[in-house]
């Protein structure tokens, strides 16, 4: 990517390079081909294991009969998956917040550090569904501990990625920043942040994934019904009832939804990091 | 070495240092008894081996670390737009653009990116790179970001420059080629230059005074004058009066080198 080696000359590929380029547009192919072709070949599988040994729909549904459910129950299931989606967000932000919020009090004195760290990683290790039943006694509002249950599982990977991306910011610069006498904020502003990005990006991205565990879980703990109802307990529900149909509809729901919280905020690292930092380096071969 | 050498000529004085001592952690000791003066428009050279103190020196004068005892002082007192400092390593922000790079000792000190466009742009110049002002540094090679931090070290056009062994990661090409430029940059800035390098060659290239280091302790052992005129050229460089120097400095060194063994 070096800015000197733009040439004009006409192409001329050695064997190597050709098996290079032939590699590279497989690749580029079959990145996208060969999980849908395994994905087709499992659907029929299961398909065919549901319809030549005659089982039950209440002990497995064929995948057609899964899909039809989804369709059917569509007005249900995408309002309860509203209601997780909205939880999910709301604690991967209060996560950032309070995560990076964390970190920044957590550089800028030694004494909070000091302080406070031990209690974010007990909280950290402490499972989440043996502290959600206390939660729920003593929250009273359903949302408000929901998104608890749900930030105490997300916030501690952009805690700690966060605190290590400001401690790594490099020592010359940080020399470089006090000559020139620059205040805190400054060097928080201009030199931690930035250093920290790439830390808090990668912390996001497994936070994103775990406050809609985190959110999932809560409602099984939860687990009260009404109006408000996520996805997890629609699953509840229908497992009381040998709805199994509906049960692997709503699963389909939130892997899909996992997959594009993880696909967005990669997308997100990706546009941020893209102009400098090494992991978006486009390489030479 | 305990008398204060004279600045050349008869140039006013910038800084002084005066049988400063500095001890790590107790009973590490880094330098002792230094006393350095340095004039205005100096091009001083601190040469010696590994562990001699010469970083510690830049250290020291840079106010990053206080002496143990002694005291360094600048004639007339100074603010934080009096220095330049040059690293080993280019120690650009990598999230930054060139210019962005060489406008952040302005920007620390309060100044829009408007208000000092024309000084960056002209220290851009002054280094050859003002075409790269939108690059990131990853884009350039070695050579050219060493250029850019040089450009961020005199873009606010100090009284000192510190340099830490900037060229020392080079390859000899893009070094030779960087000592040529970094004497033409002196001469259109007018600073003065404090030059960390543990290369004989370097050292008499561009200085006017050597002062040769020992180790363990770091101390000064001797001070060489290198009174070939400015500018210097690739002529210099394959003269005869600059092997003299060579020799002379060669064996400064060697004898900071036995002292030390």
Redesign the interface.
Known sequence: MSLADQSDQPMTLDADEAARLKRKRFEKFGKWILPVLVLVLMLLIWDRIVVWNEIPHYILPGPGLVFETLIKDWAMLFEALLVTVQITLMALAVAVIGGVGLAVLFTQSRLVEMSFYPYAVILQVTPIVAIAPLIFIYVDSRIAGLLLCAWLVAFFPVLSNTTLGLNSADHNLRDLFRIYGASRWQTLRFLQLPSALPYFLGGLRIAGGLSLIGAVVAEYVAGTGGLKSGLAFRILEAGYRLNIPRMFAALILIAVTGVIIFAGLSFLSHMLLRKWHESALKRDP | MTELQKPLGSRPELLRMEQVDKTFNGNIVALKGMSLQVGEGDFISLLGPSGCGKSTAL?LI???IHPTAGRISWSGGH??GD?G?V?Q?P?L????TVAQNVW??F???GKTYAEVKDDVLEALKLVGLEK?QN???????GGMKMRVSIARAMVTRPRLILMDEPFAALDEITRFKLNNDLLKLKAAIGCTVVFVTHSVFESVFLSDRIVVMAARPGRVISELEVDAPYPRDEDFRTSAEYAAYIRRATDALHEAMGEAA
């Open positions: 250290r840079s106010d990053l603010d934080t220095l400092v690293f390593e120690t922000m990598p999230w930054a952040l000792p920007r620390l000190r790269f690059s990131y540094p990853r884009e350039l090679s």
